[in-house]
């Protein structure tokens, strides 16, 4: 029993030792500021302290802490069809690009994403506008380039931005007004135009003859003049018969014919079809491309055509000039695209539009344009075009150029229209009685 005893108070006095010793330590590793976080290790989930490199003075906290703005990047998408392409080494194209890369050094913060989408079919662009926004809207682009058709109906479909209350760029007073008509569905601003394209005729200039300027003058050259003539939103007869003064709607927005005007076009290309100017094979074109595919083979030595295809194309010894009328008056449609801002947030829809004016502003727009054989849609445009052949052409028709039927009317309308027209080519009926189905396929029975 005293072995246990001596053995028990030594067990003690050992643990007393031990237990100092244990305090020492402690107290050695708080006061040198090297003894581990306990209470890091007890609560593992909280937030990690990154402390700095060099040793720094404690900053007091204020009370309250300031909201401080933090500039945060941003991604801008846009959307063209390949003619646009940035990455296609033109001279337009590389033009567009150092644009693009201007308006990113002015905004650090923001990068530009440029994507190249088909301008039909199935993936192009307006079906993809559509596709995305149902599917996937995250990705839908900020920035789009649509044709004037196109336009119209991604407007009224409400994939489009109207920008009367975030841009006053259209208010600026150098745009042509087919370029201010250009921009607008209805009443409403729907996008900002940067290229042009008018209705012209072309011909083959490697004759001492001149070009006809109108209508009696084109049966007296007796030679080829194409047109697609079964094209079926009717677009060169359109225009004839407005270059005659004639309306299409009425100021209730019903569509009219004022059938005087109407047969003296029709009359026109019955004469024609006679003479030998416009052969029954014109029913076959119902496109643009196939009639410039005609006059380039020299299967006729004139046609009616748009700015951008005969611009946009290597056809040797062409001159291009106005459009004939009856009486000589300069008369012409307009078309074009325009750069369309699609709905997104506040901030972003801002910076969209930031870029759209950044790339219509006036003096790149003009070199852009001209470069890229795209006609000017601002009058201070005109001073890159000075020095070319048909600088007067230009002159004449691009003040007083129309704009093209909305795509509505060109649906309803238009397919009568051609149906009247390849009736009188192919000589199937007289002008009276094609101008009557016309009227009344029109107006109903």
């Known amino acids: ?66 909201n401080v703005p933090v500039l945060q990047s941003k991604t801008l998408i846009l959307w063209v069809p390949p003619q646009f392409d940035p990455a296609d080494e033109s001279t337009a194209s590389n033009l567009f690009l150092s644009r693009l890369d201007d308006f990113t050094s002015r905004r650090p913060q923001t990068e530009i994403q440029v994507r190249v989408k088909d301008l039909s079919g199935e993936f192009g662009l307006l079906e993809m506008l559509r596709a995305t926004r149902l599917a996937a809207p995250i990705i839908m682009p900020d920035l789009v380039a649509l044709p004037r058709s196109l336009m119209e109906q991604a407007f009224k479909e409400g994939l489009v931005l109207p920008l009367a209350e975030i841009t006053e760029v259209m208010n600026e007073d150098d745009w042509f007004s087919y370029a201010q008509e250009l921009a607008r569905v209805g009443e409403q601003i729907a996008g900002i135009p940067f290229a042009g394209d008018v209705m012209i005729l072309v011909y083959k200039d490697d004759t001492d003859e001149s070009p006809p300027p109108d209508w009696d003058a084109v049966l007296v050259a007796q030679k080829a003049l194409a047109f697609p003539a079964s094209d079926p939103q009717g677009l060169v007869t359109l225009a004839l018969y407005q270059s005659l003064g004639g309306e299409i709607v009425n100021s209730d927005g019903e569509i009219i014919i004022d059938e005087e005007l109407f047969l003296e076009v029709l009359t026109y290309y019955q004469q024609a079809q006679t003479a030998n100017v416009m052969p029954y094979w014109l029913t076959q074109f119902e496109s643009d491309q196939q009639v410039w595919q005609s006059y380039q083979e020299r299967q006729s030595t004139m046609a009616v055509t748009w700015s951008s295809t005969s611009l946009g194309s290597d056809s040797p010894n062409t001159a291009l000039v106005a459009l004939p009328t009856k009486d000589s008056k300069p008369f012409t449609y307009a078309d074009g695209w325009v750069w369309c801002v699609i709905p997104s947030d506040t901030e972003t829809e801002q910076v969209a539009v930031e870029l759209a004016e950044f790339i219509t502003a006036e003096t790149y727009l003009s070199t852009w344009s001209f470069e890229g054989r795209y006609l000017p849609t601002r009058t201070s445009g005109m001073d890159a075009w000075s020095e070319i052949s048909f600088y007067s052409t230009l002159q004449q028709l691009l003040p007083s150029a129309v704009l093209i039927p909305d795509i509505d009317l060109l649906n309803e309308l238009g397919p009568e229209i051609r149906d009247a027209v390849v009736a009188v080519l192919k000589d199937q009926t007289e002008p009276t009685i094609a101008l009557a189905d016309l009227v009344r396929a029109i107006q109903g029975p």
């Open 1 to 66: 029993m005293k072995k246990i005893g001596k053995y028990s108070k030594r067990s003690t006095f050992m643990k007393l030792i031990l237990g100092l010793g244990i305090l020492v330590l402690l107290l050695i590793g708080i006061t040198s500021c090297n003894f581990p976080n306990i209470q890091g290790l007890i609560s593992p989930n909280s937030p990690t302290e990154i402390t700095n490199a060099s040793p720094v003075s404690p900053t007091p906290k204020p009370s309250a802490t300031a």
